[in-house]
């Protein structure tokens, strides 16, 4: 039986491709990362601090999560960890204004699927995203570990 987040209907002649959550602070990069996250098929929630992003994943697991790391401290970690806790199949994707060197460790460690340095181009958006879900689907599917 496939579940709602194996389907993919139609939206406006894309395929959507289940829903993305966005956490970043900056609201013109939230907009930007949203709105092309929406071009390419995703139901897009946005947050801009961690307490009602943690919320949002207690009312519904997302498919794609790009995350701030909220600076040296990795202030995004227990969000890295509750993602993964509901789906460690979902890709986790850490933003950093710069790149920090044990924020990057411990992303991976916790099971993120990158870490970037912003901002990101819409390019580099649609490459994580088709590198990424579509591993995660297969591993789901598999009941494997990505």
């Not at 289940?18 to 092309?36: F, I, P």
């Not at 498919?63 to 993964?84: I, K, S, T």
């Not at 850490?94 to 044990?102: G, H, I, R, S, W």
């Amino acid at each position: 039986m496939n579940s709602a987040r194996d389907r993919q209907p139609e939206a406006g002649g894309l395929s959507v491709r289940g829903t993305a959550l966005v956490v970043e602070q900056d609201s013109d990069d939230l907009r930007a990362y949203s709105s092309v996250l929406r071009r390419l098929g995703f139901e897009v929630r946005t947050c801009t601090n961690y307490h009602d992003a943690l919320r949002s994943l207690e009312e519904a697991a997302p498919d794609f999560v790009f995350v701030n790391e909220g600076g040296p401290e990795f202030e995004a970690r227990d969000l890295v960890q509750r993602a993964l806790a509901h789906d460690r199949h979902t890709p986790v994707v850490v933003l950093a204004k710069t790149v920090n060197m044990a924020c990057y460790l411990e992303a991976m460690q916790l099971g993120a699927v990158d870490y970037v340095e912003k901002p990101l181009t819409a390019a580099k958006i649609e490459y994580l995203v088709t590198t990424h879900v579509p591993l995660a689907r297969i591993a789901r599917a598999r009941g494997a570990s990505i």
